[in-house]
């Protein structure tokens, strides 16, 4: 049974730092694409950024490039999202994702899976 289970989510200030985990279990082999969306209140799903199954290709949102990392450690079984220079309007819970057919980086939500259940980032003025 695959489980997909993020934290590092809280409350910060506005320009300040956070880094998300993603710790995943039960996948048969780890070559896989693997990405973190949010959703804010009132909002739909949205992709953030995402990382191709060999830790390559990496993708970001616009509005987030510069200001925030994704990587991963396949020994650790863990995905992260280092996350600097906080905007109010990053306000979100935060889903990571992977799926077994996923090997190259996209923000197609129906391409993936398997998704953890958020942490929730509340950026402060």
């Known amino acids: 049974q695959v489980q997909v289970v993020e934290s590092g989510g809280g409350l910060v200030q506005a320009g300040g730092s956070l880094r998300l985990a993603c710790t995943y279990s039960?996948?048969?082999?780890?070559?896989?694409?693997m990405a973190w969306f949010r959703q804010a209140p009132g909002k739909e799903r949205e992709g953030v950024s995402c990382?191709?199954?060999?830790?390559?290709?990496?993708v970001y949102k616009d509005s987030v490039k510069g200001r925030f990392t994704i990587s991963r450690d396949p020994a650790k079984n863990t995905l992260y999202l280092q996350m600097d220079s906080l905007k109010p309007e990053d306000t979100a819970t935060y889903y990571c994702?992977?799926?077994?057919?996923?090997?190259?980086?996209?923000?197609?939500?129906?391409?993936?899976?398997?998704w953890g259940k958020g942490t929730q980032v509340t950026v402060s003025l």
């Open positions: 990382i191709g199954r060999n830790g390559d290709g990496m």
């Open positions: 039960g996948l048969p082999y780890d070559e896989v694409a």
């Open positions: 994702a992977t799926g077994l057919r996923v090997i190259s980086c996209t923000f197609q939500q129906h391409e993936y899976k398997y």
